[in-house]
């Protein structure tokens, strides 16, 4: 979710228990980078991180919405209504009709 240095401790914030364990056999790796990029980057050389610490936050972060459910949405009608009903019976026929009725409607 996030991270942060307190008390030349750099804290990873997580939001699965399971990330969590994945994280507590990554300590060293990330440790041994963090001091790799000291001779690399002149902005990372005051970076003093001594430990390592990560936690399952208790806060729920909702889920995005993938869309934006509006009722501003229109499209113009690409049918224009005109086909012919082979329907086999007349309930079917009269459902068929009515169909073409608000497809016109529509357009």
């Known amino acids: 979710m996030f991270t ?6 750099l804290f ?10 994945e994280f507590n ?28 610490n990560s936690f399952v936050s208790n806060k729920v972060t909702p889920k995005p919405t993938l869309y934006k459910k509006t009722d501003t949405l229109r499209y113009k009608e690409r049918a224009s209504g005109e086909f012919d009903n082979l329907a086999s ?12 009725i608000e497809i016109k409607k529509n357009r």
């Open 4 to 9: 942060y240095i307190k008390n030349r401790t």
């Open 12 to 21: 990873f914030v997580l939001n699965h228990p399971g990330l969590k364990m």
């Open 25 to 52: 056999y990554k300590h060293n790796l990330i440790k041994s980078l963090l001091n790799k990029i000291k001779d690399i980057d002149l902005n990372c050389q005051k970076l003093e991180i001594d430990k390592i």
């Open 89 to 100: 019976t007349d309930e079917l026929k009269a459902l068929f009709e009515q169909i073409k």
